[in-house]
């Protein structure tokens, strides 16, 4: 004799699901952090592990709405469609919970789109989603055995923990592309050069460059506010270094003080940048190689 089911169970399951969905999110956010370029301001990370620690409640309220809400309505209708299968009723409960999850989505997605003229697009790009996390919660809580909170809450820990390591140690050894500025080189600087105002760097194949309201920072100032910007003429020449985070441009303008320029951004993107405030701060400030339709409209 089965046994009955307990949709309470059904409940906290499906939540435990979503609070550890949100977890290994964030675990592979900042996974994927390390594989793209720095921001202009790094991130602080202080700030975010105590917002993420205060926040956790509210993920844990939001995942039990939804569970309440669509998982144990999905689990009942599917235990009611799948009713008269007799010992096959788990099975068919599978395979039956995500489309009755996906059906009580349909309606509050398509009145949200509805309301704000939301691109088709994105509008099922959510649904999928949305579907497929709330489906895993309502696949999950479906065994009717003992232990199954116990057995998801670890299966899930480690989960969380071994993308972690496993994601730490590909970054370490080179499985995972761990960010590295672009090998560039002289051909590469010669043109406009744009930070966010518009001020520019223009180099020239011959070694010359323009400068024009390019920022020049002093300590305390942050990057989208210089102390003062420099416009003036000189020279510049590109340092390749040991490697490509040793790799410098230096650009010699008699009004214009300027350290060597660091390479960042992409192979498709490149940037060079200089440290701004106190050393070690992270923050940079940009300019980025423009295309030639930006070069024309500067």
Same mark, same amino acid.
């Given at each position: 004799?089965?046994?009955? =089911?307990?949709?309470? =169970?059904?409940?906290?399951?499906?939540?435990?699901? $979503?609070?550890?969905?949100v977890?290994?999110?964030?675990?592979?956010?900042?996974?994927?952090?390390q594989?793209?370029?720095?921001?202009?301001?790094?991130?602080?990370?202080? /700030?975010?592990?105590?917002?993420?620690?205060?926040?956790?409640?509210?993920?844990?309220?939001?995942?039990?709405?939804?569970?309440?809400?669509?998982?144990?309505? *999905?689990?009942? !209708?599917?235990?009611?469609?799948? @009713?008269?299968?007799?010992?096959?009723?788990?099975?068919?409960a599978?395979? *039956?919970s995500?489309?009755?999850?996906?059906?009580?989505?349909?309606?509050?997605?398509?009145?949200?789109?509805?309301?704000?003229? /939301?691109?088709?697009?994105?509008?099922?790009?959510?649904?999928?989603?949305a579907?497929?996390?709330l489906?895993l919660?309502?696949v999950?809580?479906l065994?009717?055995?003992?232990? !199954?909170?116990?057995?998801?809450?670890?299966?899930?820990a *480690?989960? #969380?923990?071994?993308?972690?390591v496993? $994601? *730490?140690?590909?970054?370490? #050894?080179?499985?995972?592309?761990?960010?590295?500025?672009?090998?560039?080189?002289?051909?590469?600087?010669?043109?406009?050069? +744009?930070?966010?105002?518009?001020?520019?760097?223009?180099f020239?194949?011959?070694?010359?460059?323009?400068?024009?309201?390019?920022?020049?920072? %002093?300590?305390? &100032?942050?990057? @989208?506010?210089?102390? %003062?910007?420099?416009?003036?003429?000189?020279?510049?020449?590109?340092?390749?270094?040991?490697?490509?985070?040793?790799? =410098?441009v230096?650009?010699?303008?008699?009004?214009?003080?300027?350290?060597?320029?660091?390479? &960042?951004?992409? $192979?498709?993107?490149? =940037? +060079?940048?200089?440290?701004? $405030? &106190?050393?070690?701060? @992270? !923050?940079?400030?940009? !300019? %980025?190689?423009?295309?030639?339709?930006?070069?024309?409209?500067?």
């Amino acid at each position: 004799m089965r046994q009955k =089911r307990s949709y309470g =169970r059904v409940l906290v399951v499906s939540t435990l699901v $979503g609070c550890l969905e949100v977890v290994l999110t964030i675990v592979v956010v900042l996974l994927y952090v390390q594989t793209q370029p720095p921001q202009d301001e790094p991130p602080d990370w202080v /700030t975010i592990g105590g917002s993420l620690v205060a926040t956790m409640p509210l993920v844990g309220f939001i995942a039990f709405l939804l569970s309440l809400v669509f998982v144990v309505p *999905a689990v009942a !209708l599917a235990d009611l469609i799948v @009713g008269g299968l007799g010992g096959r009723a788990a099975w068919w409960a599978v395979v *039956a919970s995500p489309p009755a999850v996906a059906a009580l989505l349909a309606a509050p997605v398509l009145i949200y789109a509805t309301h704000n003229d /939301t691109e088709t697009g994105s509008t099922l790009l959510f649904w999928a989603s949305a579907t497929a996390s709330l489906s895993l919660g309502a696949v999950i809580a479906l065994p009717r055995g003992e232990g !199954l909170l116990r057995r998801v809450a670890l299966w899930g820990a *480690a989960a #969380v923990v071994g993308t972690a390591v496993f $994601g *730490a140690l590909g970054l370490a #050894v080179g499985l995972l592309p761990a960010y590295e500025p672009p090998r560039i080189g002289p051909e590469t600087m010669t043109g406009t050069w +744009i930070d966010q105002t518009r001020g520019t760097l223009v180099f020239t194949a011959d070694g010359r460059v323009q400068a024009s309201g390019v920022g020049v920072h %002093r300590h305390g &100032d942050r990057p @989208g506010e210089p102390s %003062r910007r420099c416009s003036g003429s000189g020279t510049w020449f590109y340092e390749p270094g040991r490697d490509v985070w040793s790799q =410098r441009v230096r650009v010699e303008i008699p009004v214009c003080h300027w350290q060597a320029w660091h390479v &960042d951004g992409t $192979g498709q993107e490149p =940037r +060079i940048s200089q440290e701004v $405030g &106190d050393p070690g701060s @992270g !923050l940079l400030y940009k !300019l %980025r190689k423009a295309s030639d339709r930006t070069s024309r409209g500067t």
